[in-house]
C-alpha cells in the first residue's frame, strides 16, 4: 500500500510533534489561552483553505464515487471540525465574524498555497496527497495525547481538543482520506508516487512549523523602519 510506504517515510517527522511545547501544552493543560486563540483564528482561516481542496478535489474527481467522498470530507472540515473552533472561540471570547476575518500570518499563508497550487496543478490524487498530512497527524497527534496521563481530566481546558481529534468521527474522516490516497495511488507510475510522497512530505514539515508559528505567534514579524 503506498500510504504504508508514506507513513514509514513521515513518521519521524510527526513523531517531532509530539515533543514540540505547542503541542505538549495541549497535551497537559499548561498551554498558555494567548498562544490557543492564536492558533484558533489562524486555524479557521487555514481550515477555510483547506475545505476548499476537498471542493478542486470534486471537480478532479474521476467519479460520482470519488466525488461524494470529497464531499464528505469537505462537510467534515466545515461543520465537525470548524464546530470545535466555534465552541472554543466562544468560550475564549472570540466572535465567528472575527475569526472569518482573521489575516493569515506568512507560515499559513505559505502552506495552504502550497496546497491549492499543487491541487490546481494535479489530479484528484494530488489534492488528496496535499489534505493527508494534515488529516493524518492531527489524528496521531490526539491519539498520542489521548494516552497520556490527566489529558483527559475535567480540569485540561484542551480536552475537547484530544477528544476530537481522537474521536470516532475525525477518525472516520481520516480513514477516508487514507483509503482514498492508496485507491488512487494503485498503479500510478513511479514518477507520479514520487511527486505525491513529495507533497505529503512537505506538508509535513509545514505542519511543524504551523505549530511553531502558533508557539512563537509568529505573524507577518519583519521589522520594517
Ligand atoms: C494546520 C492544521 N493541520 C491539520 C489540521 C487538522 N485538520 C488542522 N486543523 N490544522
Not at 500510504?3 to 503541542?23: C, D, G, N, Q
Not at 471537480?59 to 464528505?72: N, W
Not at 498503479?187 to 511543524?208: C, F, H, N, Q
Request: aromatic share 14%; net charge negative; charged share 25%.
Amino acid at each position: 500500500m503506498f500510504t504504508e510506504r508514506i507513513l514509514k517515510r513521515v513518521e519521524p517527522i510527526w513523531a517531532s510533534y509530539l515533543e514540540h511545547p505547542f503541542v505538549k501544552g495541549l497535551g497537559d493543560g499548561s498551554l498558555e489561552k494567548e498562544k490557543f486563540q492564536f492558533w484558533l483564528k489562524q486555524d479557521y482561516v487555514y481550515l477555510i483553505d483547506y475545505a476548499k481542496l476537498m471542493a478542486i478535489g470534486s471537480a478532479k474527481a474521476p467519479d460520482l464515487r470519488v466525488m461524494g467522498i470529497f464531499s464528505k470530507l469537505l462537510h467534515g472540515t466545515l461543520f465537525m471540525e470548524m464546530d470545535l473552533h466555534r465552541s472554543y472561540a466562544k468560550q475564549f471570547g472570540i466572535s465567528e465574524s472575527e475569526s472569518e476575518a482573521t489575516e493569515a500570518a506568512s507560515v499559513n499563508t505559505a502552506y495552504t498555497s502550497y496546497m491549492l497550487n499543487h491541487a490546481q496543478r494535479g489530479g484528484a490524487e494530488h489534492v488528496t496527497a496535499c489534505l493527508l498530512a494534515c488529516a493524518w497527524s492531527y489524528n496521531y497527534i490526539g491519539n498520542h495525547l489521548a494516552e497520556q496521563d490527566g489529558a483527559l481530566d475535567d480540569n485540561n481546558p484542551y480536552r475537547d481538543w484530544i477528544e476530537t481529534y481522537s474521536g470516532e468521527a475525525f477518525t472516520e474522516l481520516m480513514n477516508d482520506a487514507i483509503a482514498l490516497m492508496d485507491e488512487l495511488a494503485e498503479g500510478m507510475p513511479e514518477r507520479v508516487l514520487a511527486d505525491l510522497e513529495e507533497i505529503i512530505v512537505k506538508t509535513s514539515y509545514y505542519e511543524y512549523m504551523f505549530w511553531e508559528m502558533c508557539e512563537f505567534k509568529a505573524h507577518w514579524d519583519i521589522p520594517v523602519k
